[in-house]
């Protein structure tokens, strides 16, 4: 049967934060091993550095070894107290393992260590410089209920960045023999969404992945200002043989609680009628004697699928007025028979997510609650919410960037195939 760990998901972040993007391996717990200094020596000899994992009744502390060590190997040992905000930290030894795990004779000779955890009794004891530092009850002795050692290793080994960039590999080739439903036309699809919640930057960090070089191509604003009031369609070419890879991403100007992208406008992008380089007036939207106005649309104008841009940590904060104008987009785009998704947004940024933690984004809580209260508050789906991770300040390409914004892009794809795929006859020869 498999051990679980008493270690919440919050102070592993914190940890794993705290310690460089490491990974946590249970490689002991006293409550289902023997209860003894020897048994715990035995299962952390030779697995390089561990952390141990101490639950008192009111708080947890953390004795960790960063090198890889056996009995005869003097370490170093910094302890770690988390106080509401901050994590105080000791530094201790050096000193041989086994006197860090022993009885409470070898602690009140006072010879050997400035830390003794006493499995058997369920006591900590240390000096009393040690527990001024970590801010801790001026009481030599803590008694505790679990203890738990852990293996560190780095969050993104050799092996599993080997794996992320075989599967960037596999996407980009997927994607550049992609054929559309029926070979009919490119696949357009539309970026919509908040000024500045990412769009322009999806673009060109599509552009980048096929490139083989980060690119800027569409202008990209600071902050949540964004810069964009054209219409532009961008197809993109292959970096390998400049070859047009089989869609095209359209940028629009972004939605806003003022002015904005004028809400009529996106029945008439969505038809086709709005041809690229028009010039968005967020106070009325565009007429048929308008010079980039489309009469006659056909199947290569018209919109494939439509990808709402959000910034995943201003979700929660959207305005009524926001929210009023993202259902009413969806609602728009329905009804044109188009698929609607969601790309999200600046995940990285959000506390306590690390880079080794892009690569299985979707199983961690904040992330899910975030994409709950996209679909709770917007209406989306919840299979249709994809996370990206757009480059904003980067020189160099990162595998897992690729990755996770040519997943979304292949279900871009897919959705747009749906579309085309459910057309009547009469309109697929137009």
């Known amino acids: 049967m498999a051990v679980t760990t008493r270690l919440p998901w919050m102070l592993e972040k914190k940890l794993q934060h705290c310690l460089g993007e490491k990974k946590f391996t249970l490689l002991y717990k006293a409550s289902v091993r023997a209860d003894s200094a020897e048994d715990l020596l035995e299962a952390c000899y030779n697995q390089g550095p561990t952390i141990t994992v101490i639950y008192s009744f009111d708080r947890v502390l953390v004795a960790y070894i960063r090198e890889n060590y056996n009995k005869e190997k003097r370490v170093y040992i910094t302890l770690l107290a988390f106080e509401e905000t901050e994590i105080l930290m000791c530094k201790i030894g050096p000193g041989l393992p086994h006197c860090f795990y022993g009885s409470g004779d070898d602690y009140n000779d006072g010879k050997k260590t400035d830390l003794l955890i006493h499995l058997s009794k369920k006591t900590v004891m240390m000096t009393l410089g040690a527990i001024k530092k970590l801010k801790l009850p001026e009481n030599q002795k803590i008694s505790f209920q679990e203890c738990e050692v852990f293996r560190c290793e780095d969050l993104l080994d ?32 539309l970026l919509l969404g908040p000024t500045g919640a990412g769009k322009s930057s999806f673009f060109n960090s599509v552009k980048s992945a096929f490139r083989g070089c980060v690119t800027h191509q569409a202008s990209v604003g600071p902050g949540k200002t964004g810069t964009f009031e054209q219409y532009r369609t961008y197809s993109i070419k292959d970096g390998n043989d400049r070859s047009s890879l ?27 009628h709005i041809s690229d380089r028009y010039q968005f007036n967020c106070m009325k939207p565009i007429t048929p004697n308008h010079s980039n106005y489309i009469e006659f649309p056909s199947l290569k104008d018209r919109i494939h699928c439509v990808a709402f841009v959000f910034d995943a940590t201003s979700i929660e904060y959207l305005s009524n007025e926001m929210v009023a104008k993202i259902r009413r987009a969806r609602r728009e785009v329905m009804k044109c028979g188009v698929v609607p998704v969601v790309l999200l947004t600046c995940v990285d940024s959000m506390d306590l997510i690390m880079r080794g933690d892009l ?28 996370i990206i991770c757009n480059y904003t300040s980067e020189w160099n390409l990162d595998p897992i960037k690729d990755f996770l914004n040519l997943s979304a892009l292949k279900q871009l794809l897919w959705a747009a195939d749906d579309f085309l795929e459910d057309l009547p006859p009469e309109e697929i020869g137009n």
């Open 246 to 272: 089989p869609f095209i991403l359209c940028d629009s100007m972004g939605l806003s609680e003022e002015g904005g992208l004028c809400m009529d406008d996106i029945h008439y992008i969505l038809k086709g």
């Open 359 to 386: 690569i299985d984004i979707y199983r961690y809580m904040p992330v899910k609650l975030k994409i709950n209260a996209v679909h709770r508050e917007l209406g989306f789906a919840l299979s249709d919410i994809f």
């Open 158 to 189: 050799t092996r599993k960045m080997k794996g992320v960039t075989e599967l960037r590999e596999s996407l980009l080739s997927a994607i550049r023999t992609y054929k559309p439903y029926g070979d009919l036309v490119h696949q357009i699809i």
